[in-house]
C-alpha cells in the first residue's frame, strides 16, 4: 500500500505528477479541487457554497473539505493506496486526517513538496488547460498532448479552462498558500516524512525524483 501526500503551491505541478503516479502504482488519485469542481457542475449544495470561494481564490471551509475526503477514501479503489493533491491544505484538515487514517489503520507514507517560484506558478496557471473528461493537466506551450487535441491518459477531446485561473486570483491563492498552507511544513517534517523536490525541473525529471522517494523509502 502506498499512500503519499503531494504538497505545494498551486501551479507546481501537483496534478500533472499525481496521474503519472496513479498509473506507476495502481493507486488513485485523490484531487479536493477536482472534487469541488465536479460539485460546482452538479450544482449541488457544496458546489454552490464552494463556486463562490473558489472565484476569488479563498479556501473552502474545512468541514466540507473533510466530509468529503472522508466519504471518498471510504471507497474500494482506494484500497490499494492514493495520492492526495490539494488535500491537507490547513493544519486542522492535516489533524483531521490523521484521526481519519488511524481510524483506517492506515499510514502516511511520505509527504512530497514540490519546490517552484512565484514567477513561474503564475506563468504555469496562466497558461492551463486540462482534459474535461479526466482532469489532467496540459499547458499552452510547455505540456501539449502528444497527439494535438487528443488527452494523452484518456483519449476525450474535450478541454477546458478554469474559472480560477487568472492573474488575480493566482495572488490570492498565492497568499493563501503561504499564509495557510505553508505551515503544513513543519507538522510533516516533525513527524520524519517530508521530502523536498525541486518542482522547477521538467515533468520527467520531477516524476524520477518523486519514484526515487516512494520507492527508496
Ligand atoms: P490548484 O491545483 O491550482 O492548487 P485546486 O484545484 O487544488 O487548485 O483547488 C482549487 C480551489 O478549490 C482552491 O483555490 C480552493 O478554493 C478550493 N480547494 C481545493 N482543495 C481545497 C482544500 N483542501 N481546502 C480548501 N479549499 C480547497
Ligand atoms: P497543480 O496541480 O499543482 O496546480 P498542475 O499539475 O495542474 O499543477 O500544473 C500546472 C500547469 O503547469 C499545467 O499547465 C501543467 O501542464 C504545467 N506543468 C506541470 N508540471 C510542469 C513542469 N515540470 N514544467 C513545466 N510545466 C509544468
Ligand atoms: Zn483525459
Redesign the pocket.
Given at each position: 500500500m502506498t499512500n503519499l501526500i503531494l504538497l505545494g503551491?498551486?501551479?507546481?505541478g501537483?496534478?500533472t505528477q499525481a496521474k503519472r503516479l496513479e498509473q506507476r502504482y495502481r493507486i488513485v488519485q485523490l484531487?479536493?479541487?477536482?472534487?469541488?469542481?465536479a460539485h460546482v457542475r452538479d450544482g449541488s449544495e457544496i458546489g454552490k457554497q464552494?463556486k463562490a470561494?473558489?472565484d476569488?481564490?479563498?479556501?473552502?471551509?474545512?468541514n466540507?473539505?473533510v466530509a468529503m475526503?472522508s466519504d471518498r477514501i471510504e471507497q474500494p479503489d482506494v484500497e490499494r493506496g492514493f495520492i492526495l493533491?490539494?488535500?491537507?491544505?490547513?493544519v486542522p484538515?492535516a489533524q483531521a486526517l490523521d484521526g481519519l487514517l488511524k481510524w483506517k489503520r492506515r499510514e502516511l507514507d511520505r509527504v512530497v513538496l514540490l519546490t517552484v517560484k512565484d514567477d513561474e506558478l503564475v506563468e504555469r496557471?496562466s497558461g492551463r488547460y486540462s482534459c474535461a473528461n479526466c482532469g489532467a493537466s496540459y499547458h499552452d506551450a510547455n505540456m501539449k498532448p502528444k497527439v494535438p487535441g487528443v488527452c494523452d491518459f484518456c483519449g476525450a477531446k474535450d478541454f477546458r479552462r478554469?474559472a480560477?485561473?487568472n492573474a488575480e486570483?493566482v495572488r490570492e491563492?498565492l497568499k493563501?498558500?503561504y499564509g495557510q498552507t505553508a505551515p503544513l511544513l513543519p507538522y510533516y517534517r516533525e513527524k520524519g516524512i517530508l521530502r523536498e523536490i525541486d518542482g522547477m525541473a521538467d515533468a520527467d525529471t520531477v516524476t524520477a525524483q518523486i519514484i526515487k522517494v516512494i520507492d527508496g523509502k
Open positions: 503551491p498551486p501551479g507546481a501537483k496534478g484531487s479536493t479541487g477536482d472534487m469541488l469542481r464552494a470561494m473558489m476569488r481564490g479563498e479556501l473552502v471551509h474545512d466540507v473539505i475526503i493533491d490539494g488535500f491537507p491544505r490547513t484538515q496557471i478554469r480560477d485561473d486570483t491563492r493563501n498558500y
